[in-house]
């Protein structure tokens, strides 16, 4: 198993986005699209709209899913859709309806409960809300859920596996923060789930 410097397996961050985006291998861009040199546009993406909005956005889906709440959720998801520029958000849609498609893990009722709302039009079923549930659906601890979907943003932006790990690398030390600040400090609020 290929491990980076910063300690991330990357299969394992392979293998736990396919369990909440059996999609993973085709993906395309989301909300980034690199434009310039990938660096740049990835550290810009993180500081311009992952950072401010889709960070917390993910943190909150993951907070509620563990609290059963798919109202919030579904509430989330529309101010998402308020926050996000019409690229991104047309792109994060269109990824979300892939998502959509795939069946609830058999007896998990929040799933279908967001499935169902979306579809009833009370919110939009951008990605990023969908991958959350998922993932929490899925025991999925919340660094390595968000991590998850930063490789995602990645996959549909650069080629090369080497310069997709070393963007990831650049944004540990952000979410780390965000995480830490979030959770007050404690590690226990980092996983979301039994």
């Not at 810009?44 to 709209?49: A, D, G, M, P, V």
Request: net charge negative; with cysteine.
């Amino acid at each position: 198993m290929r491990t980076s410097p910063a300690g991330f397996a990357i299969s394992q961050i392979r293998e736990i986005v396919a369990q909440c985006n059996p999609d993973f291998d085709s993906a395309r861009p989301i909300t980034w699209s690199a434009q310039g040199p990938g660096a740049e546009s990835w550290e810009e993406w993180l500081q311009s709209l992952f950072g401010p909005i889709l960070l917390p956005h993910l943190w909150g889906v993951l907070d509620y899913s563990a609290r059963q709440s798919a109202r919030e959720i579904l509430l989330l998801d529309v101010a998402l859709n308020r926050e996000l520029e019409p690229g991104p958000r047309q792109n994060s849609i269109a990824a979300g309806r892939v998502l959509l498609q795939r069946h609830a893990p058999r007896g998990e009722r929040l799933v279908a409960k967001i499935q169902d709302g979306i579809k009833a039009g009370e919110a939009f079923g951008h990605f990023a809300t969908l991958y959350a549930v998922r993932c929490f659906t899925f025991s999925i601890p919340a660094r390595t859920a968000i991590f998850g979907y930063l490789a995602q943003e990645l996959a549909g932006g650069v080629q090369d596996e080497h310069t997709r790990l070393k963007l990831l690398e650049a944004s540990i030390e952000s979410v780390n923060e965000f995480l830490r600040i979030s959770s007050h400090g404690l590690n226990e609020g980092l996983r979301f789930h039994g």
